[in-house]
């Protein structure tokens, strides 16, 4: 395929984006397949010939979208959002184009730099503390990792060498082995399950902090854990707080957190993946408060706010501190420029060498929706969120199970768990709309995440009036 | 930006990545920016009102098209090739569109199941035993990884915890700790600098061995340093052989290495990032003669099998080592078909927790290239090798570093190595080509790595002319 090939499937595929994001609604949100259904429907082995575009796009209606579950229907309530925006596709497209692989600052100087500018605007828009910035005084700055996950493994794996090193000096009798065995990492119960593998891979032990009532980590618990484990001769070295957890998005209490973390010297990180997007209104940025404490920050713009999947945005106050714990400097990646301290080579920052140029995406977006735009997209999430609530509320059948503050509630209906599985069960096999559940406590709870940036009030209503419908055949078969 | 809206703007965007693809061999390779350079182009803060696509464009040309190493240049011969083609280019479209996260099977079957299929697809490509398909009766299949670094590590990871639980039976005296003290990991002194870092996160010695005169692990140096820390209390469970490293694409010895790590209990991964791309072709599957010893296997289709980044294609022979090392399952993430033993949630295979469409690039690439085409594209990178390798053989001023297998040529001027330092500085600070360097033993040497999607002879043989000319400068210099 060449060039001017390219002009004309390419025109084509954009119409094919648009026509799917157009008809999106009027696709069934989750679909009927069974497992192992598709390897039928593809020869056993790739052609030996070239095959034309408009046989790959006949299979792509025939074999891919029956299996597709369409995350940006406005029927899909599962999970949290993944972002999606026109803005960041025609950046995409422009990224795939340059195709540089940005590990060094050298290997293509515009992917780091624009990197590091858009991390600073996207701290200012958080107003993060100044010490984060690359641009401050200070030693700080950001850079885009691939998801929360391994931006928690990171800021574990600088705290283990952070800790490390810190031993080696004033007790240079222990073995690192040694220290390993007794290093613990702490999160609540209710944190992802992405932190506890952190543990696993970084060969840590990692406990968890009981919530409070409201799904919080809250000081005494924390404090008693790290008290009792102190006092048997371990090591407490890292926590994760975190902003909006993926069961019901609570908040840990990171006033009460944060200056423990300071005071024992443990490497305090924030994982704010979904929550954080709705730190830009300065109505929510409150639930931020306390991050000045924090040796690092994450969160995801590729959830909530309108960048597309890969866009995970990580600061730390210390760059040394990531670098730290990765620096590895073979010949055929150094380069004129890299002692000069002007620049970063962001393969010290990640897990991975190779990366996309995916600033690209931060600045089409920031730039086309502005930043008023982006506050009202979060808004609108967040009073679509209460519309659900309320009609929850209204309904003496049913039960909120925590406090709606962004875009998720979390609801059941009044009674045991086997009901509320039922009602879920009935729920996705309607296919009407998709949903998930988690466990508050030993409760089986219906998570209702306003996803789709094309969701309307129309189809919240819609979604609740099914709901209770399918709640009331339920109840009334109980009866029966 | 609505619908109609990314109509027009998307069809102006393939039209721009056209131009920037046929104009690229014009646009000077390496730029000419000095660090710091972008900030001052740009706003301090994002913009509170939206901006037009047009003024981004604009400044797309302005500001980040200066600051670019254009990689897809047929003048750029550093580090090896990253994957650009337009099949990729379209397929990262639709990927864009569909947006799903397929972390797992209902998350969206048609990502898990077409991933599945696509990785049985290349592994037939490279005649890979079967205990690697998922089709086969076996326990083996193959996964996308984002980089090679990630395989590695991830590799690692399931040979450490494979070993652990093995030795908590054998020796159950033995803590945690005390088993990660013992253990050691081995690769070539050759090996990518991602296999010492996954040693180093994952909390391993990693013992590099020396190779031999052609950059090769054999089974002795190996087999001496096995023994040697088996005497010494420690136990060997990982090696990592490479097929193709970085520096001078030299490939360890399989065939002596494979049953050596087989007896002795230990994971042999296989790292063939860039050489594995040539296996598709008859006349190079000898190289990978032996992988049938390979607990998992490695290599990026986005290298140099046209997929663009990322795609990094994984096997293993037994899925549940992976799976057993990560496996965390909360209730939001399960769903109904999992425990059918049918179906694969593949957030079990790798580290993040996210994963976009990626198999679809695979899909468009394999089918609108065919094998022919990928087999035809792979013999034309390591013609234009030879036919430059054949220019540096016949000048008695320059001699050639390493075998001459696949695309990548190891060159320099006889004599001093800060004589050839001094011709790499040359040729990069004309800007007409771009060379990276490496080590091999204790000579600096220059690479030339056959990379674009469009370099011809024409573009060879001028680069060779030019190389040419400034070494003549430079050693009449010398003279003088």
């Known amino acids: 395929m060449n060039a001017s090939e390219f002009r004309k499937k390419g025109k084509e595929m954009v119409d094919y984006v648009a026509d799917y994001m157009e008809g999106i609604e009027k696709r069934q949100v989750y679909p009927d397949v069974e497992p192992g259904y598709l390897r039928p429907l593809i020869p056993a082995t790739a052609p030996q010939e070239p095959e034309t575009f408009e046989a790959i796009m006949n299979d792509v209606e025939k074999i891919i979208m029956p299996g597709v579950t369409h995350w940006h229907s406005p029927h899909f309530?599962?999970?949290?959002?993944?972002?999606?925006?026109?803005?960041?596709?025609?950046?995409?497209?422009?990224?795939?184009?340059?195709?540089?692989?940005?590990?060094?600052?050298?290997?293509?100087?515009?992917?780091?730099?624009?990197?590091?500018?858009?991390?600073?605007?996207?701290?200012?828009?958080?107003?993060?503390?100044?010490?984060?910035?690359?641009?401050?005084?200070?030693?700080?700055?950001?850079?885009?990792?691939?998801?929360?996950?391994?931006?928690?493994?990171?800021?574990?794996?600088?705290?283990?060498?952070?800790?490390?090193?810190?031993?080696?000096?004033?007790?240079?009798?222990?073995?690192?082995?040694?220290?390993?065995?007794?290093?613990?990492?702490?999160?609540s119960d209710q944190a992802h399950s992405s932190v506890e593998r952190a543990g696993l891979i970084g060969g840590v032990k990692l406990k968890a902090i009981p919530s409070d009532g409201n799904f919080a980590m809250r000081a005494c618990a924390l404090k008693e854990a790290l008290e009792r484990d102190k006092a048997s001769?371990?090591?407490?070295?890292?926590?994760?707080?975190?902003?909006?957890?993926?069961?019901?998005?609570?908040?840990?209490?990171?006033?009460?957190?944060?200056?423990?973390?300071?005071?024992?010297?443990?490497?305090?990180?924030?994982?704010?993946?979904?929550?954080?997007?709705?730190?830009?209104?300065?109505?929510?940025?409150?639930?931020?408060?306390?991050?000045?404490?924090?040796?690092?920050?994450?969160?995801?713009?590729?959830?909530?706010?309108?960048?597309?999947?890969?866009?995970?945005?990580?600061?730390?106050?210390?760059?040394?501190?990531?670098?730290?714990?990765?620096?590895?400097?073979?010949?055929?990646?150094?380069?004129?420029?890299?002692?000069?301290?002007?620049?970063?080579?962001?393969?010290?920052?990640?897990?991975?060498?190779?990366?996309?140029?995916?600033?690209?995406?931060?600045?089409?977006?920031?730039?086309?929706?502005?930043?008023?735009?982006l506050q009202a997209y979060i808004r609108k999430h967040v009073q679509l969120s209460h519309e659900f609530e309320s009609l929850v509320r209204r309904d003496p059948c049913f039960e909120i199970c925590a406090e709606v503050t962004l875009g998720l509630v979390c609801f059941r209906l009044k009674g045991s768990n086997k009901l509320n599985e039922a009602l879920l069960e009935k729920i996705n096999n309607a296919r009407k709309i998709h949903l998930v559940p988690c466990h508050l406590k030993d409760k089986f709870v219906l998570r209702f995440a306003i996803c789709s940036r094309t969701v309307e009030s129309v189809h919240i209503q819609q979604a609740w009036k099914h709901i209770k419908e399918l709640a009331t055949q339920l109840l009334q078969t109980e009866k029966e």
């Open 233 to 373: 001769g371990l090591i407490p070295f890292f926590v994760v707080a975190t902003l909006g957890t993926t069961s019901c998005c609570s908040f840990d209490n990171l006033l009460e957190v944060g200056p423990i973390c300071n005071q024992e010297n443990v490497w305090l990180h924030i994982d704010a993946a979904y929550a954080g997007s709705a730190f830009i209104c300065p109505e929510f940025r409150h639930l931020l408060n306390g991050v000045e404490f924090a040796d690092s920050f994450n969160f995801n713009p590729h959830k909530w706010l309108l960048v597309n999947f890969d866009c995970s945005a990580m600061w730390v106050k210390k760059r040394s501190s990531l670098t730290g714990a990765f620096k590895l400097d073979p010949l055929y990646l150094k380069h004129s420029h890299q002692d000069s301290g002007l620049i970063t080579d962001y393969r010290h920052w990640q897990l991975p060498l190779g990366r996309r140029f995916r600033s690209l995406k931060m600045w089409f977006v920031f730039r086309m929706y502005g930043v008023k735009g």
């Open 77 to 187: 309530f599962a999970y949290f959002p993944t972002a999606s925006s026109y803005p960041a596709m025609l950046a995409d497209m422009l990224c795939g184009a340059i195709g540089c692989i940005g590990f060094s600052w050298a290997a293509s100087p515009a992917c780091t730099e624009l990197e590091t500018v858009m991390m600073d605007w996207l701290g200012k828009m958080l107003e993060l503390p100044e010490t984060f910035l690359a641009e401050s005084a200070g030693e700080g700055g950001g850079v885009i990792q691939g998801s929360a996950s391994e931006a928690t493994l990171v800021a574990l794996l600088a705290a283990r060498t952070r800790v490390t090193r810190q031993l080696q000096i004033t007790s240079p009798e222990l073995s690192q082995a040694a220290i390993m065995e007794k290093l613990v990492a702490y999160s």
